[in-house]
């Protein structure tokens, strides 16, 4: 029988845990991960990193496609250096990478960016939104930017909205405000969208911190139509990372439900999934299971990420 994956692809989404170069940048607050640092992040340890990455990357959804992901979302990437580094690296330098980056203000200098295959992803635009948020003292509080990138898939014409929200650390409820400022943003990118082209495609993806039922992802879906699949892959079993050995969602890819409507669409929506093959993962002890991340403190353990991959896949008609 034929092997039909040809017309099948996939766009991930992917947490890559901190990928900072060995430089230190005096604009940033990079301070650990220098060879000096606690963390003592060396060339090695970095260039170990960059090899284990692009052998996740260059494996999701390979079994539904038959190859690496046209479309990679990005998020903890430092510079453009370190994704110059990464498409160059063994695992990636044969797929062909180009990459879409701009340094954001975040105090920690971590961006988001996207990775494309030119052959399958033509980008026409690309640009960066803001979230402003203020702290307690009404200061502006810098985060990281939303990536939206504009391109033809399959001759259709694509807009990917990457995003890294603000983290939950000091509190759930406390910090939620904040993601509910990122979403509101994402709503209005969409809006502003939809009034030069209302039967827009659109893609949504990133690390939200939020799960598919926090009020932040159910107001993005809600207001712009976007239909998330990760609300039926999340399960007590299944998510993308783990804290307190609870499985949370933090990692979705959302989409316009014209991805749906085979008539006025070439690119149809066919699976989604949390890409978490064994190797990804903590082989033993009381982590079994859980990613096998880079560090866990101050401690080096090698991995690849405190994240899994998610990705979808698409079939081209």
């Given at each position: ?47 170990n990193k960059l090899m284990k990455l692009g052998s996740v ?261």
């Amino acid at each position: 029988m034929a092997n039909n994956d040809s017309n099948k692809f996939s766009i991930a989404f992917y947490n890559i845990e901190n990928l900072f170069d060995i430089e230190n940048d005096p604009n940033t607050n990079d301070d650990d991960f220098l060879p000096t640092s606690k963390k003592r992040w060396t060339q090695k340890r970095y260039q170990n990193k960059l090899m284990k990455l692009g052998s996740v990357i260059s494996k999701i959804g390979e079994d539904k496609t038959n190859t690496a992901p046209a479309i990679i979302g990005l998020a903890e990437v430092e510079n453009s250096k370190v994704l110059s580094d990464l498409v160059r690296s063994k695992n990636l330098i044969n797929e062909a990478y180009s990459y879409v980056h701009y340094d954001s203000s975040d105090e920690r200098g971590i961006d988001v960016a996207l990775l494309y295959k030119n052959d399958v992803f033509k980008v026409e635009n690309s640009e960066t939104f803001s979230v402003y948020l203020q702290n307690e003292l009404g200061e502006q509080d810098y985060t990281r930017d939303i990536l939206m990138v504009q391109g033809k898939l399959h001759h259709e014409s694509v807009y990917i909205i990457v995003n890294h929200w603000s983290s939950r650390r000091e509190g759930e409820k406390e910090t939620e405000y904040k993601r509910i400022a990122a979403a509101n943003k994402v709503n209005t990118i969409i809006s502003m969208l939809k009034k030069d082209e209302p039967n827009a495609k659109i893609i949504v993806m990133g690390d939200f911190n939020d799960n598919p039922n926090s009020n932040s992802i159910i107001s993005m879906e809600k207001e712009n139509n976007l239909y998330n699949p990760y609300k039926t892959v999340w399960s007590r079993e299944k998510g993308s990372l783990n804290h307190n050995f609870q499985w949370n969602q933090f990692d979705q890819i959302l989409f316009s439900t014209n991805f749906f409507d085979l008539n006025t669409t070439s690119l149809s929506f066919d699976h989604a999934n949390v890409f978490n093959s064994k190797f990804l993962t903590q082989y033993h002890g009381k982590y079994k299971g859980q990613p096998f991340r880079t560090y866990v403190g101050k401690k080096y353990k090698g991995g690849y990420s405190d994240h899994f991959p998610v990705y979808i896949v698409l079939k081209a008609s």
